[in-house]
C-alpha cells in the first residue's frame, strides 16, 4: 500500500497540469494522498486501501462547476471562496444561512461573498455521519459503506484544500481589485493553483495531529481560513516568481511558500478527517 502511494505522489508531481479552479487537480489529490498517509493506523483501513476514490472524488467539486451543468455551477461556484473583506470587519457568521440573512440585510448578494468555511464544515459533518453508519452497519454492508466515506472524504479534501490557498479567501483572487471593485484577473490564480504539486513535504508524524473540539468546528475552521488570509500580501510579493502551469519553480521563496501551503492543506484536511472520525463515535441515530 504504501509503495502504491509513493507511486501517485511521484505520478502526481510529474504529470501536467490541468485547467481547473482551486489547487489543480494534482495538488488536490497529492495533498489528500499525505493526508491519509499521515494518519496510517489512525483511521479505519478502507482508507488505506483504495485510494483511487479519494483521488477522484476530492477533484469533483470543480467539476460540479461544469458550464454544462447551470445550476449545479450557480450553487457549486460559491463554496469554493469567501471574500472576507466584502463583509467589512464583521465577524464571519457562525452558520450558511445565518451569512444569508447577514448579507440579506447589507444589500449583499451572498454569492459575491461565499460560502468556503461552511462546505469545509459541512462536509466534515457529513463524512462523520457516513464514518458512524460504517460503525454501526452488519459486516456485509460495511464494504459498501466505505466507498461512501472514502466519496465524502475526498469532496471534503477539495474544499479544505482551497481553504488553505491564500487567493480563495479574499476580493484579491486574481490580481488586485481596483478602485472599480473588479477582478483585473490577471491569470496569477491559476497559477498559484499550481503551485504544491510541484513539491513536496516530508510526511507527518501521525502524533502530531489532532482531531478539533467539534463543539468549535466551525471556529477551527475559521482559524486556519484567517491563517491563509494572512498570507495574500505574501503572494502578490511572490508573483514575479510564479511560473506558468508548465514550468518548474524557481525562486526558492516561492518553493518554500508552496512547501508552507501543501503542509497546511495536508495537515487541515488530517484534522478534519480525525475530527469527522472522532464525532462518529458519539452520534446517535438520526430518528
Known amino acids: 500500500m504504501k509503495r502504491a502511494l509513493l507511486v501517485f505522489v511521484l505520478f502526481s508531481l ?8 482551486g489547487w489543480i487537480d494534482q495538488g488536490h489529490q497529492h495533498a489528500t494522498t499525505l493526508a491519509v498517509t499521515s494518519l496510517d ?18 477533484t469533483d467539486p470543480d467539476d460540479f462547476k461544469n458550464k454544462m451543468v447551470p445550476h449545479s455551477r450557480g450553487t457549486e461556484g ?3 471562496y469567501l471574500d472576507l473583506e466584502k463583509l467589512r470587519g464583521a465577524p464571519v457568521p457562525r452558520t450558511r444561512y445565518k451569512l444569508i440573512a447577514f448579507c440579506a440585510e447589507r444589500g449583499i448578494k451572498p454569492e459575491h461573498v461565499g460560502f468556503l468555511p461552511y462546505a469545509v464544515t459541512e462536509w466534515t459533518e457529513k463524512l462523520a455521519v457516513s464514518l458512524y453508519e460504517w460503525r454501526n452497519a452488519p459486516d456485509e454492508q ?39 471593485g473588479k477582478s483585473p484577473f490577471k ?4 497559477k498559484v493553483d ?41 503572494v502578490y510579493e511572490l508573483e514575479q516568481h510564479v511560473p506558468a502551469l508548465d514550468q518548474e519553480i524557481k525562486s526558492e521563496e516561492l518553493k518554500k511558500f508552496a512547501r508552507n501551503r501543501l503542509r497546511a492543506a495536508t495537515r487541515f484536511t488530517a484534522e478534519l478527517y480525525l475530527t469527522a472520525w472522532k464525532i462518529s463515535e458519539t452520534l446517535k441515530p438520526p430518528y
Open 78 to 80: 460559491p463554496d469554493h
Open 194 to 234: 499550481g503551485l504544491i504539486h510541484k513539491v513536496s513535504v516530508v510526511p507527518f508524524d501521525p502524533t502530531d495531529i489532532e482531531p478539533f473540539n467539534h463543539e468549535y468546528l466551525f471556529e477551527e475552521v475559521m482559524a486556519e481560513f484567517m491563517r491563509s488570509h494572512a498570507l495574500i500580501d505574501r
Open 14 to 21: 510529474c504529470i501536467g497540469a490541468m485547467n481547473a479552479d
Open 142 to 180: 460495511r464494504e459498501a459503506l466505505s466507498y461512501k466515506c472514502l466519496t465524502y472524504a475526498g469532496i471534503l479534501a477539495h474544499y479544505s484544500g482551497d481553504l488553505c490557498m491564500p487567493l480563495h479567501t479574499t476580493i484579491h483572487f486574481d490580481g488586485r481589485v481596483g478602485k472599480d
Open 41 to 58: 493506523g489512525r483511521l479505519p483501513q478502507f482508507f488505506f486501501k483504495d485510494e483511487f476514490i479519494l483521488r477522484s472524488a476530492c
Open 187 to 190: 491569470g496569477l490564480h491559476l
